[in-house]
């Protein structure tokens, strides 16, 4: 791993001065207590007309999002602090006897401190003059990276309204992964944390955001922290998304939106069908108020959504009598695919007072898909039904105790249940292989389907993912003469469960044929070869729910020397532990880790800041990983051979002879798969974790202009691996020898990122343009490693990544650090993009507001690697029964890159008043306004000629996929 001077003085001196504030966490051990930030603060100074601080104002604090008001008087000093406001637009009002009164106006951001300053005029007269006073358009003492999207631009622009969606349009972040998940600053796709309302909503198994538990309408504010991430934040190694939802007012409002979406409204692209017709409309409805004015209000809120497309499966195998492949029209066939979507919201929030807030929210999600196609169906009796009913609730206390103390408490639980798959009373499965005329002396093309039931049980109780979440959270003030901290000590629980059969097969038993030909009477027939086919049976060696959990201990200090330098110190613990179905601990670790930000006025005008971070990110112990020592998502499996005659059979046939024509003995085995056998789990394993230092400068010109510039480099340490030896293994009880996968840290894995991230914004400010706000940012960035260490549905790869069966490799002449996993870009790799986005209203008075806007996303294609496929060598072959394997062709990984997408994406609002407060609006979004349908995919496969040479296949550069073409979307409703 390469280290930089900058490094080693960060390692060396700041440090040794961090881990000293370990004493403190055992000052707190007793908090076991969601996690994060999901208030606002508004930070008060007072002077007078002569520069001199001003004791005694009084300072009330409004809002439509507030409780109440909150009355304070600035203190000696001249300052008031009003802590854990919940966001949204505030009044400030200073006001002293013999002074002007003065007031603020404005937005308090998430996780903000908001600075406001009021030079206090005299006047003899004890005139009231309201006038508005200037701050800054971000929080510039504040060393994080974020960004913060309100619900009002959001609304604006042409994008999702899902927190996912929103995320991208910060810099550093990316969906072009193997999982397709959000990336953040050079992260996994399962390397985040994902807050909404404090609780985590991500899938226990896969990482994965949750955007199925919010409701779009009811989203009040999104942030996405990148970088710089203070202490009180943990169980991540990328980024955190924190989202607050809607809780009500003193006033009736709500909304009721239709959305409408039609497959036919996209354009079409080459090698994709033109999408038949079929309109979608999904409403959604809000709605709250005041049960009893400034105490007790309600939110509710529901969406529907039912899916219908036209969606076809392909048939790649089925032959006719002679051989031949049946027509394409009659192997590709069109099936009514459906998804009814219901989801319902409640909060209710509760203050005695304006200082203490008590809230409870509950969602409830049911998502049913009729037909649902898994392992390439090649049937309709193979397509399956999938139902997901979730639901979450979670109560938070927000407390002002003191004028100098806080307490956040927050408790949650998500519970979800994903059951899918074939009809346990039908017959078996068959995976069918297209072998036969390898046998039968025509050619095949070696493809597969699944015929006569689905993949799957439907009767296995489903996929259980359930998590507890909790926090407490002390926070103190303390003015000193050594300047003012900002004190969060507190600590965070996560539990994660799962319970998960995840039988493969309805009936526990999958038939491997290999041919699939229809006879002379129109009847299906499977071909079958002694020896070479099997039955693949299946068993849940034990039920109950295997556990995952995290304790978390910090203090982070937020301190503030003097009005031009502010430090940020943090450090955290955090406890890791895993068991089984019986309660038998497989993990226990722990970890500890620094957080330290500095941050500079240069000037001392609040225009011109630089800033440093360092710190250490610890992310999460993955449910995937620890469960692979017990049996919840991981039934066992036996296949045993086929004795009966080669030969054509129909399905009935085969079902008939069953229980005759396999060998069920020991001697019959020819796989045998038991996760409580040859898995072995590294005690001490911990999260992989992150190492960073920023560099960045801030240009804060006034209250809505801004511009930052970022340098970010982080290098990963502590990825799972799997490593096998030939000399560590165990004989199970059909004297198979099963070689032990060691789940440990492999060092050998390398992940690094650098970037230069650049942001601003501007809106005019009079003439024409007065109506403009123009926002920006880019990224110049490079991610480089030796394993993707994730794919598609597999947050995390642990299959022998590097070092599995090393030595057998090298005696068979290949060097796993050059020809099978070499260091250099990864997939996520994106070395330039940017997003722009450009808003303007024109307001027609009792007629309206149209408000347009522009968004211009671009991003340059993913890495790719000129990879080939060959035989695994014979003695690997019988170690690990892996056919194939991928060589890296001369070395290298990530040397060439596919096209670049971008989009220009109109967004139209048009709102109309009608009676009062309530209002119709009509918008209209358009992706990929210039219809861009580039090349995005081609061919990259190479091979082996016979002289063992590696050539580039005769399909090399051949199209694959297209960038998708303009589409368009409506929405249409009454707010009020």
């Known amino acids: 791993m390469r280290t930089s001077t900058i490094r080693y003085i960060f390692r060396r001196k700041v440090l040794k001065k961090i881990y000293l504030f370990t004493l403190f966490s055992f000052l707190f051990s007793s908090l076991i207590f969601g996690q994060g930030n999901q208030k606002s603060t508004i930070a008060v100074t007072t002077y007078d007309s002569n520069g001199n601080v001003l004791p005694g104002v009084v300072v009330i604090v409004e809002s439509p999002s507030l409780q109440g008001t909150r009355n304070l008087v600035t203190d000696n000093k001249g300052k008031a602090l009003a802590a854990l406001l919940p966001p949204g637009q505030y009044v400030v009002t200073v006001s002293m006897p013999g002074f002007q009164t003065q007031k603020w106006e404005g937005r308090a951001s998430l996780g903000n401190i908001t600075p406001l300053k009021f030079t206090m005029e005299a006047n003899s007269l004890e005139e009231v003059v309201t006038v508005i006073a200037a701050n800054p358009a971000i929080d510039a003492k504040d060393s994080t990276t974020k960004s913060n999207f309100g619900s009002d631009e959001v609304d604006k622009l042409p994008v999702s309204r899902n927190p996912i969606a929103i ?16 990336s953040i600053h050079g992260g996994n796709g399962s390397s985040n944390l994902m807050l909404v309302d404090g609780s985590e909503y991500s899938d226990n198994i896969y990482g994965s955001f949750r955007s199925d538990l919010v409701l779009q309408e009811a989203i009040e504010e999104t942030q996405v922290l990148t970088s710089g991430i203070s202490a009180e934040y943990g169980r991540f190694d990328g980024g955190v998304v924190n989202v607050v939802t809607k809780s009500g007012s003193n006033t009736f409002s709500g909304a009721l939106r239709y959305e409408f979406k039609n497959p036919a409204w996209s354009a079409s692209t080459p090698l994709v069908d033109d999408a038949k017709s079929k309109l979608n409309k999904n409403p959604e409805f809000t709605f709250g108020g005041p049960i009893i004015k400034d105490h007790l209000w309600f939110f509710v809120g529901y969406f529907s959504r039912d899916y219908n497309a036209n969606l076809t499966y392909t048939d790649y195998i089925t032959r006719d009598m002679e051989g031949n492949l049946l027509p394409i029209e009659t192997r590709k066939q069109t099936y009514a695919y459906a998804s009814e979507t219901e989801r319902y919201q409640i909060k209710l929030t509760y203050s005695p007072t304006s200082d203490h807030t008590i809230s409870v929210n509950y969602v409830d999600n049911s998502t049913d898909q009729n037909l649902r196609a898994y392992v390439r169906p090649g049937s309709a009796e193979s397509l399956v039904p999938q139902t997901n009913p979730s639901d979450v609730w979670k109560i938070t206390y927000n407390g002002i105790i003191t004028p100098n103390l806080a307490v956040t408490a927050n408790f949650g639980k998500k519970s979800q249940n994903l059951t899918a798959g074939g009809d346990p009373n039908g017959p078996n499965p068959f995976l069918v292989y297209d072998y036969s005329g390898a046998f039968e002396g025509y050619d095949y093309t070696g493809r597969y389907n699944v015929f006569e039931n689905g993949w799957f049980s439907a009767g296995d109780g489903g996929d259980n993912r359930d998590n507890t979440t909790g926090v407490l959270k002390f926070t103190y ?129 609040s225009k011109y800041y630089v800033n440093a971070t360092y710190g250490k990110f610890t992310g999460k112990l993955l449910e995937t990983v620890t469960n692979e020592v017990t049996a919840q998502g991981n039934p066992s499996e036996i296949d045993y051979a086929y004795i009966g005659d080669a030969g054509w059979y129909t399905a009935e046939e085969v079902m008939n002879f069953v229980d005759t024509h396999y060998d069920y003995s020991t001697d019959g085995i020819v796989y045998f798969r038991n996760p409580l056998i040859g898995t072995v789990m590294d005690p001490d394993l911990k999260p992989q974790q992150s190492e960073e230092y920023t560099l960045g400068f801030t240009w804060n010109a006034n209250s809505t202009d801004y511009i930052t510039a970022t340098y970010i480099n982080r290098d990963w340490n502590g990825f799972y691996d799997t490593i096998r030896t030939s000399d560590d293994y165990v004989v199970d009880d059909a004297g198979q020898v099963i070689y032990n996968r060691n789940f440990q840290i492999n060092d050998a894995l390398l992940r690094e990122y650098e970037a230069i991230e650049l942001a601003g914004a501007w809106t005019g400010k009079s003439g024409w343009y007065e109506n403009i706000s123009v926002g920006f940012n880019a990224t110049f960035s490079d991610l480089k490693g030796n394993n993707e260490g994730e794919g598609r549905a597999v947050p995390v790869s642990t299959n022998g990544l590097i070092g599995d069966f090393e030595a057998e490799w090298q005696q068979e002449g290949y060097d796993v650090y050059t020809d099978l996993s070499p260091f250099g870009n990864l997939m996520g790799d994106v070395p330039f993009q940017i997003n722009t986005w450009a808003n303007y209203g024109f307001d027609f008075g009792k007629f309206g507001l149209l408000e347009t806007s522009l968004l211009f996303q671009y991003a340059d294609g993913e890495t790719y690697s000129e990879t080939g496929s060959f035989t695994t060598p014979e003695v690997i072959k019988g170690l690990t029964g892996s056919r194939t394997s991928t060589y890296f062709v001369n070395g290298e990984r990530g040397t060439n890159h596919f096209n670049a997408y971008r989009s220009l994406d109109l967004g139209l609002r048009y709102n109309v008043p009608l009676w009062k407060s309530v209002s119709l609006f009509v918008e209209a979004n358009v992706y990929n306004l210039t219809n861009y349908r580039g090349l995005h995919y081609w061919d990259t496969s190479w091979l082996q000629n016979e002289a063992g040479e590696w050539v580039k296949a005769s399909t090399y550069g051949d199209p694959t996929s297209y960038y998708g073409g303009r589409s368009f979307d409506l929405a249409a409703g009454f707010r009020f």
């Open 477 to 605: 003030y303390l003015d000193s003469n050594y300047g003012f901290h900002n004190i969060d000590v507190g600590g965070d629980y996560y539990e994660g469960k799962r319970k998960a059969a995840n039988h493969q097969s309805p009936t526990l038993q999958t038939i491997d044929a290999y041919g699939r030909r229809i006879n002379a009477d129109g009847v299906p027939e499977y071909f079958f070869v002694p020896g070479w086919n099997s039955i693949w049976v299946y068993s849940s060696e034990r039920t109950g729910y295997a556990t995952s959990e995290q304790y978390g201990l910090y203090i982070n200090d937020r301190w503030e020397v003097n009005e031009r330098l502010s430090v940020n110190l943090g450090i955290r613990y955090d406890k890791y532990e895993a068991a089984d179905e019986l309660g038998s601990t497989s993990v226990s670790s722990d970890s500890v880790v620094p957080r330290f930000s500095i941050n500079y006025d240069l000037t001392g005008e």
């Open 167 to 182: 995320a991208k349009l910060t810099p550093g972040t990316t969906t072009r992964n193997p999982t397709g998940n959000l």
